[in-house]
């Protein structure tokens, strides 16, 4: 069975930085891409990041392009992402996702999230 | 950024029903085009990817067609265990985008 678990969410001032990270299992963890997905309080869906299989490709939207970064141990068989200069606009409650394939390709299984608050 | 509508934002619907949902994009996305559900204080689920290709475990009263920029999710006969919020996502090309959502009431 697929599990994703996401840590390292919290209360955090404008400006901050923070590392959320994902510990991964049921499934092969270095064959897959993954992403990360986020959704502020009441409101839809974004997709944030995804990463390839072998970290070679990566791609952000463009809200976070530059104050975001993925990144994965396919050693611990864990993601990762790396947050700067937060703003308020980024309180949301961050999704960790498996990709179907080794590129990215689709989300298949998400798990249950880690709360970010941005606020002084 | 692909901007991809969906419609409608909401709806109400009774037990059997047929629901149809709609997402267009705002350019080209071949069949690049995955459907999730999400029910409140829960992770989506996905449905059907590639446009059509019906998700494993997922019941078959749910399907997904379209190419190009236009794509619809039928629930062919809707179940109490079907009302939520229903998403559409383009994997294209970055950065992808996800419609607005579709919530399913009851009627």
């Known amino acids: 069975e697929v599990q994703l678990v996401e840590s390292g969410g919290g209360l955090v001032e404008p400006g901050g930085s923070l590392r959320i990270s994902c510990a991964a299992s049921?499934?092969?963890?270095?064959?897959?891409?993954m992403h990360w997905v986020r959704q502020p309080p009441g409101k839809g869906l974004e997709w944030v990041s995804g990463?390839?299989?072998?970290?070679?490709?990566?791609g952000y939207a463009d809200s976070v392009k530059g104050r975001f970064t993925i990144s994965r141990d396919n050693a611990k068989n864990t993601l990762y992402l790396q947050i700067k200069s937060l703003r308020r606009e980024d309180t949301a409650l961050y999704y960790c996702?498996?990709?179907?394939?080794?590129?990215?390709?689709?989300?298949?299984?998400w798990g249950q999230g880690t709360l970010v608050s941005v606020s002084s | 950024a692909i901007q991809m509508t969906q419609s409608p934002s909401s709806l109400s619907a009774s037990v059997r029903d047929r629901v149809t949902i709609t997402c267009r994009a705002s350019?080209?996305?071949?069949?690049?085009l995955a459907w999730y559900q999400q029910k409140p204080g829960k992770a989506p689920k996905l449905l059907i990817y590639?446009?059509?290709a019906l998700h494993i475990g997922v019941p078959s009263r749910f399907s997904g067609s379209g190419s190009d920029t236009d794509f619809t999710l039928i629930i062919s006969s809707l179940q109490p265990d079907d009302f939520a919020t229903y998403y559409c996502?383009?994997?294209?090309?970055?950065?992808?985008?996800f419609g607005q959502g579709t919530k399913v009431e009851i009627e």
């Open positions: 049921g499934f092969t963890f270095e064959n897959y891409g």
């Open positions: 990463i390839t299989w072998h970290s070679g490709s990566t």
């Open positions: 350019q080209y996305i071949r069949n690049d």
């Open positions: 996702a498996k990709d179907r394939e080794r590129w990215l390709q689709s989300i298949d299984y």
């Open positions: 590639a446009a059509s």
């Open positions: 996502l383009q994997d294209y090309s970055y950065p992808w985008t």
